[in-house]
């Protein structure tokens, strides 16, 4: 019998021996734990009351990356260049052997990087042992047990380095957002100034020499003064858009019925003029920042009213609870929109409408509809075909993170 083998024997069937077993003979008994202790995936290792290695199974040494020669009898594994997560070397009384001698308790969940010298590479256990007492409660063998996580490590350390260049990633965008803002801000403010300036004195231009010029002059004029007017109003809603990233409000109950309301009253002479219909579900009560649900329905109830077809305008506003989730839709019946560009309307500055006379704006107030409900965490899409009118959808979670 090895030394491995009659270690084990020691071990596993004295205590059988001590009460009575015997369902099988003493040696079937003896193959069948030694089978089973071999056959296992997890490291099991047994030291002496002097801390000396008694047993180490098959799985054991395969992690070790040594043979049961090299063990036998030593104190333990604590000399093969052990190291802790953060690199600092296991003293010897950090070794969980050494623990369980000192202390006589168990110790768990040890995570210990062992050099393997003849790989040369460090394998990382995952280390509980437990004490064998005597009779007089000192401690007889200490058993450990052990499992391989260098991969997991891997795995961990890979995340926290992608972790970490994400972190780095997202404070430079941070930063690079807070200057774009900055600039957008101070350089809508800058360009204000002198398109007043413009218009202004082209206006003065026209009334004063009016009847000295001719039509083309006269043409010319308005053209400079319709244009100074249009990039205003487009500088205006790059303000306007550059602002939301900043937006501090804080999420509260906000009662749609009322938002709609308050939305309706500020169209209503357009409302009145184009002879429109709104008609308004019961909305929910959800959680929100106000001020920039009034600003959505705003854009979108403005673009049902904008893109009418000729007809009577007849917009509908409803919502759908879901489990976590508000679905809310606005649909009309206008001039629709080709599907191919479902997505591209969403995009700043983009406008499918080259008549500017026909279908005022800067294609803004899209941009700014989803910013809006991306900062609720929500999502927006259209549904809509050419000549047969659009329902623009948002969902807003239930529960909202703080801003």
Known sequence: MSCQSQNLFTISYTNMKEEGCSIFSFSENKQRIDTLINGLHIGVLVQGSGSEILFCNKAALNMLGLSWDELNGRSSFADCNIIHEDGTSFSVLDHPGSRVLATKRAVANIIMGVYRPITKDRVWLLVNAEPLLDDNGNVKEVISSFSDITERKSIEEKLTSLYQSLESRAFE??????????????ATHDLQEPLRMVTSFTQLLKKKYEKQLDEQAIEYINYAVENASRMKKLILDLLEYSQFSSNNEEFVQTAM???????????SKQIEGLQAELIVSELPVIKSKTLLMHQLFEKLVSNALKYHNGGKPVIKIDCKENDDHFLFSVNDNG????????????VLFQRLHRDKDAYEGTGVGLAISKKIVELHNGSIWVRSEKGEGSTFYFTIPKEQKRA
């Open 257 to 267: 019925n009322n938002v709609v309301k308050d939305v309706t009253t500020l169209f």
């Open 335 to 346: 001039i629709g929109i080709d599907p191919k560009y479902s997505d591209r309307i969403f």
């Open 173 to 186: 965008l941070a930063t690079s957002n807070a200057d774009l803002q900055r600039f957008v801000y101070v």
